[in-house]
């Protein structure tokens, strides 16, 4: 079956760090880009950042400054997210979504990062 | 504030049809024939359902149609039913600084 399984969401205080997973599953990985998007509750969709199928070159949203490095290991089919220094409004529900920047065709279906005290 | 503007709300009857608008600029919407629709139901993962403007992804109803005009991108939903209720988001391509993808801040669908 072709999916994308995200873990390692959780409860973080503000300034804390968070390593999110994504395991891929059902295609050939190494054939297409990965992104991370995420939607806070009640809220939007918001793009995160977009790694290259080699994984050399990566792209993110303003808002991460920094903060957030995506990596991937095509051996291990495997897509992550390291968040350093979270704050309160980076609380949202995070999908691991297959696909360049032009769109996004398969979508995992999240893990919930809370950034509270 | 989203990068696309999208209505908050959109209606319609059964039967009808109905168009969400999504407006962007000439670096995103405008500049690249590279827009996206997706549709969310309460508590679930969204779907793609149109790509690079006016593609259908295999399985979605032709019913589906997207379009674009200058800087501005539209999903029309023909025959609207029941299950169309949902919320849609429009994405692009952007290099409005650096190379991108931005999304419209939804629009919900409510089917009378």
């Known amino acids: 079956e072709v999916q994308l399984v995200e873990s390692g969401g959780g409860l973080v205080q503000p300034g804390g760090s968070l390593r999110l997973s994504c395991a891929a599953s059902?295609?050939?990985?190494?054939?297409?880009?990965m992104n991370w998007v995420r939607q806070a509750p009640g809220k939007g969709l918001e793009w995160v950042a977009c790694?290259?199928?080699?994984?050399?070159?990566?792209y993110y949203a303003g808002f991460v400054k920094g903060r957030f490095t995506i990596s991937r290991d095509n051996a291990k089919n495997s897509l992550d997210l390291q968040m350093n220094i979270l704050r309160a409004e980076d609380t949202a529900i995070y999908y691991c979504?297959?696909?360049?920047?032009?769109?996004?065709?398969?979508w995992g279906r999240g893990t919930l990062v809370a950034v509270s005290s | 504030q989203s990068a696309l503007t999208q209505p908050a709300s959109v209606s319609g009857s059964p039967g009808q049809s109905i168009t969400i608008s999504c407006t962007g600029t000439?670096?995103?919407?405008?500049?690249?024939?590279?827009v996206a629709w997706y549709q969310q139901h309460p508590g679930k993962v969204p779907k793609l359902l149109i790509y690079?403007?006016?593609y259908r992804p295999s399985g979605v109803s032709i019913r589906f149609s997207g379009s674009k005009s200058g800087n501005t991108a539209s999903l029309t939903i023909s025959g609207l039913q029941a299950e169309d209720e949902a919320d849609y988001y429009c994405?692009?391509?952007?290099?409005?600084?650096?190379?991108?993808?931005?999304f419209g801040g939804g629009t919900r669908l409510i089917v009378l």
């Open positions: 059902g295609f050939t990985f190494s054939d297409y880009e």
């Open positions: 790694v290259r199928n080699s994984g050399t070159s990566k």
């Open positions: 979504a297959r696909g360049d920047l032009r769109y996004f065709d398969l």
């Open positions: 994405s692009s391509y952007s290099t409005t600084s650096s190379v991108s993808a931005v």
């Open positions: 690079d403007v006016n």
């Open positions: 000439n670096s995103d919407i405008g500049g690249h024939n590279y």
